[in-house]
């Protein structure tokens, strides 16, 4: 890679922030501007980076998936309205289950969610508004993880030889993509995102579609969001660096009401890490664990197996897909 990574340590939290607000001024000019905006840490940071170099020549969009997390697209709108920040509400999840029905190969998945919102959504947008950019919170763990050929990230496009704008009718602007979290964190609390924003744990870019291990319906989305709920609610307090719920293809054996329930099985893993180079399962008290079992079974229509991921990274990885 030619990028060269600034980690947190050898950061100026003011200079880079002053340096990206006068790089997205320059570079859009007397434009305008899209903004993706997600609710994640990286997303964030890049809106608030956005809207203090161009104000209201950003067009900032949440494009609901309907693969976020429950009531995910009205709750970050609310926070950036607070912080001044419109933020415009599009309705696409007709279109990601379309292009996801049938698919099941986690490299074809991603693809999917790829082009779903570049070549389709982004794509209309910036022709409907005629802006020539979209801003994005592409960062340096996703472009190397990327080019390693671990997993492609959903939002790697130029790296890969992909030229937006020719592809797609824009250019891309990327902030962030020398950093990794923890400095993006910085900029984050720096540039005044509330501690909800800046400190919540990590949230895949194709989203509830890299915690279903298959298929990807309607059905299912909704028992991995509502499984992500649980798990977030239980272990928000444990300091970890991440922590996610992920539904399993197979079915299962268990029992109700002394009848076999042939169900399904989530998988809960929570990591210990810095960068999400490595990462290594959080040692949590059994009851815990046990807790987390019996609101998932008892809360989760169809669920009768939890599980605890106990692997390292490497040789796992911190999402399943």
Not at 8 to 19: A, K, P, Q, S, T
Not at 132 to 157: C, P, S
Request: hydrophobic share 35%.
């Amino acid at each position: 890679m030619e990028i060269e990574e600034v980690r947190l340590e050898n950061l100026d939290v003011e200079g880079f922030i002053r340096e990206q607000v006068e790089d997205i001024s320059s570079t859009v000019g007397n434009g305008l501007a899209i903004n993706a905006l997600s609710g994640g840490v990286d997303s964030s940071t890049v809106t608030m980076l956005a809207h203090k170099a161009l104000g209201d020549r950003l067009k900032t969009y949440f494009i609901d998936s309907g693969l976020m997390r429950e009531d995910e697209p009205e709750h970050i709108a609310g926070l950036f309205r607070d912080l001044g920040v419109h933020v415009e509400l599009i309705d696409a999840k007709d279109r990601f289950l379309d292009a996801l029905k049938g698919v099941s190969d986690p490299e074809e998945k991603r693809g999917a969610i790829t082009h779903s919102f570049y070549a389709i959504v982004f794509a209309e947008l910036a022709k409907k508004s005629g802006a020539g950019y979209v801003l994005q919170g592409t960062n340096f763990t996703d472009v190397e993880e990327t080019v390693a050929g671990i997993k492609r990230q959903h939002n790697i496009i130029e790296q890969l030889g992909i030229d937006p704008e020719t592809e797609y009718g824009y250019k891309i602007i990327e902030p962030l993509i020398q950093l990794r979290k923890p400095a993006i964190r910085a900029l984050g609390k720096q540039l005044a995102l509330p501690q909800e924003l800046y400190s919540r744990p990590p949230f895949p870019g194709p989203a509830l579609a890299a915690r279903i291990i298959g298929e990807v319906t309607g059905e299912r989305i909704e028992t991995v969001r509502k499984a992500t709920k649980v798990v977030e609610e239980e272990l928000c307090d444990t300091g970890a660096f991440q922590y996610l719920a992920i539904l399993h293809q197979d079915r299962v054996t268990g029992i109700r009401n002394e009848k076999r329930d042939y169900g399904l099985q989530i998988e809960v893993r929570c990591w210990d890490s810095e960068d999400a180079i490595t990462g290594s399962p959080t040692n949590l008290p059994y009851e815990t664990l046990s807790g987390l079992a019996e609101r998932i079974t008892g809360e989760v229509p169809g669920v009768v197996s939890v599980t605890y991921s106990i692997s390292k990274k490497p040789p796992s990885t911190i999402e399943a897909l």
